[in-house]
């Protein structure tokens, strides 16, 4: 999992602005989380949702692929979670109590991250599953 700081924050990122900042990166500076080679090349895409409270939408996600070991890794950009719909603007307003109707994927995201870290780096790493992960930064 590669994930891109940007130096100004977008709160709820779109189709559009992904994939601008995806074409302005080198993916020749990037370097793999698993062996730390340069020189990713573009792999495959996938689609994901995003911002699941207010307005669900979707957005393609960039993988890279490693020449030198093989592995894959998605391109996210900051504020998405790894492997999870709610972004990280979403999950601070749940934990700080922000009025949202009753719902179970409030109560949820409030009894995974409650106990966790309050900060974006920690509740990505909550979800990475066995994945590696790399954070990049980028000048917008």
């Given at each position: 999992m590669i994930i891109i700081k940007l130096s100004s924050k977008i709160k709820h990122i779109t189709e559009k602005q992904y994939k601008k900042i995806i074409q302005s990166l080198n993916f020749d500076e990037l370097s793999c989380p698993k062996c730390n080679s340069r020189g990713l090349r573009a792999h495959a895409s996938y689609s994901r949702y995003v911002d699941f409270f207010k307005r669900s939408h979707k957005i393609?996600?960039?993988?890279?692929?490693?020449?030198?070991?093989?592995?894959?890794?998605a391109v996210l950009i900051e504020d998405m979670i790894p492997y999870s719909v709610a972004?990280?603007?979403?999950?601070?307003?749940?934990?700080?109590?922000?009025?949202?109707?009753?719902?179970?994927?409030?109560?949820?995201?409030?009894?995974?991250?409650?106990?966790?870290p309050f900060d974006y780096v920690s509740f990505c790493e909550m979800n990475?599953?066995?994945?590696?992960?790399n954070f990049f930064c980028f000048s917008t």
């Open positions: 393609t996600i960039q993988r890279l692929r490693c020449p030198e070991c093989g592995s894959t890794h972004s990280y603007n979403l999950v601070v307003d749940v934990l700080t109590g922000i009025d949202f109707l009753v719902s179970s994927h409030a109560a949820y995201l409030k009894d995974k991250y409650l106990t966790c990475i599953r066995k994945n590696y992960l």
